[in-house]
């Protein structure tokens, strides 16, 4: 044990003496460069700037929005971006911006609940609590009794049961319980524990308040938040059969209004090239410290290392401009992008950060560098990586005391709130979301390098507080942020001869991992021998076309020539095709027949039609729309045989009919089939009938999203 420690010494001192080796392990800059922007990040600015805009209550459309666009608008200026600037997009629930239709604007002056009988207590007062009002409470002035009503998001919840007039309490999907409480049994308003954005550790902690979503486009209703303790008091005294009298008083408006983005950015020298832009999401209930406080004041503290170091000489000014821009989150970005065109046209690349400086201590968060889809392979998600892994062999040197602080990038100059700990984070397949599912989307395609953390227990809960956030990981992404960045604005031919054998050897790993998956799918004793082998080498030929493209995109972004990359994409072709050869074997042993499987849908006609987009740009859900539900109708809706028909309507939900659904529609371009499509898709998320694709599409072409060729 000690003869090794030894030996570990001395290879440490010989690396630590080489400069740096332990972090220079990314090919993207030059170790100065990495210096350079690795000693001006600084999580303490961001920590302190974060400090500020968890006092606000920012709700898209609010005046504690206004306030935080006004302080970014400050403290861009200060750090000497150019450009500094907010625009104001117009909403009355009607405009479109791009295939989205706006929503509404809030007033709130003032808001309490109290209990009046049998205790006498205050149980939320919008003054020093907004979270315990639901965005988009309508005015009330009420004492009435309070009925449980369970989830309240079905009718038999109703039956037997008179709430017309009083406030129901329930847990379901608050937009759901406001439809049939309130617009169909005609209660006045609601108290709600509803579990927003269920964890594993959801529940745990009673005493969380969670924030609600009221649908702004309904024309009454309030509804206040209290915590799972508070809720379950009130049950189990209504269930003694005690009448619980509640007083609510809200003073408050829904209506037209807009929303606010501030932009900024850092000019490149070749307006031609054009723009990488960075994206946050600026909204959220109060104290939304990590989501998404931490977010805007990382690519700010970005954005600040980036101007210092331009400004200054120590870093060559880039060819392509750094855009910077904070608004209401996927709502902002659309309004924003739909009113600039010229800049929606040169955009190359997003990075966009939602949620990114919990202390995984606290939050049991994980940060995970989020790859786009498969519709849009790119070598962002590779530079991102690579600074991730760099960032991450220097947080462990740091932790096993191996490096100095500064070489582990830790933050120390706020005192108690920068952490000494190692980098906890990963690279993950595509997850959705937030903004980055707009650019990522076909009618957009701007590669997004989206950066998140991921559980958060505190996540939309009064408990997401300052106090959950370390300044050392708002400084370490900080740093991720403004070397992508950076490395998006510079790219050039000259580094292709260094960057391509990266890249190629990446997309090798990556295709060599994915033989299990192949292999699994061969070998599926549930699918007939056939389709089996038709199923394992279409997700080795789209595997195979992903890394292509990846390769690809680099070229392009860089000006090469296709050329260049040929050597490598030949190797990744012939690795392919050994791998295939495999899986063909397997399909013999298990009986297959023929030299090659043939479609499972290729005697389906309505798989060889071809769709092609029309209409505006955009993906087809966002935060407070659903393109295909307003388009057709509830009814109509209901029966698209992919989608989940029951109040997925204002949630954010992560399941996978919402991913087949959008990366469907991102495949669409005029080429490929419907039967391409569903392999496309199978490929990615898992194979899928050709009918469900074909059922989708046909439900776009009526909503005149798509049609066919
Ligand atoms: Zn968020």
């Not at 509640?246 to 829904?254: I, M, N, R, W, Y």
């Not at 992008?337 to 202390?359: C, F, K, Q, W």
Request: some cysteine.
């Amino acid at each position: 044990m000690v003869k090794f420690r030894i030996a570990v010494f001395a290879v440490l001192l010989i690396s630590f003496l080489t400069s740096n080796s332990a972090i220079a392990q990314q090919p993207f800059l030059d170790s100065k460069q990495w210096t350079a922007i690795r000693d001006e990040s600084n999580g303490a600015s961001a920590y302190e700037n974060l400090r500020y805009i968890t006092t606000l209550h920012r709700v898209p459309a609010t005046a504690g929005f206004e306030l935080a666009s006004q302080f970014i608008l400050q403290r861009a200026s200060e750090y000497g971006l150019t450009d500094v600037h907010s625009e104001q997009f117009e909403i009355d629930g009607k405009k479109q911006y791009g295939l989205m239709r706006s929503y509404l604007a809030w007033k709130v002056d003032e808001a309490r609940l109290w209990e009046v009988s049998p205790d006498h207590l205050l149980l939320g007062d919008w003054r020093t609590d907004p979270i315990h009002l639901a965005d988009y409470s309508h005015s009330a002035e009420i004492e009435t009794a309070l009925v449980d009503v369970g989830s309240g998001t079905a009718d038999a919840d109703y039956t037997g049961k008179d709430v017309r007039g009083k406030i129901v309490l329930a847990d379901g999907v608050l937009a759901r319980v406001q439809q049939i409480a309130i617009n169909e049994h005609g209660a006045a308003g609601i108290v709600s524990d509803m579990p927003n954005q269920t964890t594993a550790w959801s529940g745990l902690d009673p005493t969380v308040v969670r924030w609600g979503h009221l649908d702004a486009r309904q024309p009454s209703g309030f509804a206040f938040m209290v915590s799972k303790q508070t809720a379950e008091a009130l049950r189990s005294r209504m269930r003694d059969h005690v009448r619980v009298i509640l007083g609510a008083h809200v003073k408050a408006t829904v209506g037209p209004g807009h929303w606010t983005v501030v932009s900024a950015t850092i000019p490149g020298t070749d307006a031609a090239s054009g723009e990488i832009i960075y994206s946050c999401h600026l909204d959220h209930e109060r104290p939304g410290a990590n989501d998404n406080g931490s977010g805007c004041v990382t690519i700010l503290e970005s954005a600040r290392i980036l101007s210092r170091l331009i400004t200054s000489g120590k870093l060559p000014r880039p060819k392509r401009t750094l855009r910077f821009i904070w608004g209401p989150e996927v709502e902002g970005t659309m309004a924003f992008l739909a009113t600039h065109p010229e800049i929606m046209g040169g955009l190359r690349a997003n990075i966009h950060m939602d949620m990114v400086g919990g202390d995984p201590y606290k939050n049991k968060s994980v940060f995970h560098v989020t790859a786009t889809p498969w519709s849009l392979p790119s070598f962002v998600t590779d530079v991102g990586a690579s600074f991730l892994e760099a960032i991450q062999a220097a947080a462990t040197g740091y932790a096993e005391g191996e490096l100095t602080s500064d070489a582990g990038i830790v933050e120390n100059r706020a005192g108690g709130s920068g952490t000494r700990n190692d980098l906890i984070g990963d690279v993950t397949p595509y997850s959705s979301g937030s903004d980055h599912d707009d650019f990522d989307s076909s009618s957009i395609a701007v590669p997004s390098l989206y950066l998140r953390d991921w559980p958060d227990i505190y996540i939309h809960t009064d408990h997401d507080t300052l106090d959950q956030i370390d300044a050392t990981k708002l400084r370490r992404v900080a740093l991720l942020g403004a070397a992508s960045g950076y490395v998006y604005a510079m790219v050039d031919r000259d580094q292709l001869s260094s960057l391509l054998p990266f890249l190629t050897a990446q997309a090798e790993a990556r295709i060599a991992r994915s033989f299990g998956g192949a292999q699994q799918l061969a070998s599926d004793p549930k699918v007939e021998p056939g389709i089996a082998w038709y199923n394992s080498r279409n997700f080795l030929n789209a595997t195979l076309e992903r890394e292509i493209e990846t390769v690809r995109s680099l070229v392009d972004f860089a000006g090469g020539s296709n050329e260049q990359a040929a050597g490598g994409i030949k190797a990744l072709t012939d690795h392919t095709s050994a791998l295939q050869a495999a899986i063909d074997g397997r399909a013999k042993d298990r009986g297959a027949s023929g030299r090659a499987p043939t479609a499972p849908w290729a005697k389906s006609e309505a798989a060889k039609r071809v769709p092609v987009r029309i209409g505006e740009f955009g993906p087809l859900t966002y935060q407070n729309d659903n393109v295909l539900l307003a388009r057709l109708g509830k009814e109509r809706y209901a029966k698209i045989k992919l989608v989940n028909s029951e109040a997925t309507q204002l949630l954010n939900v992560r399941d996978q009919s919402e991913l087949y659904a959008y990366e469907i529609v991102n495949f669409v371009n005029g080429r490929r089939s419907v039967g391409e499509i569903r392999d496309a898709v199978s490929a990615e998320y898992g194979p899928l009938p050709v009918d469900v694709v074909s059922d989708y599409l046909d439900a776009c072409a009526e909503a005149r999203v798509i049609q066919w060729k």
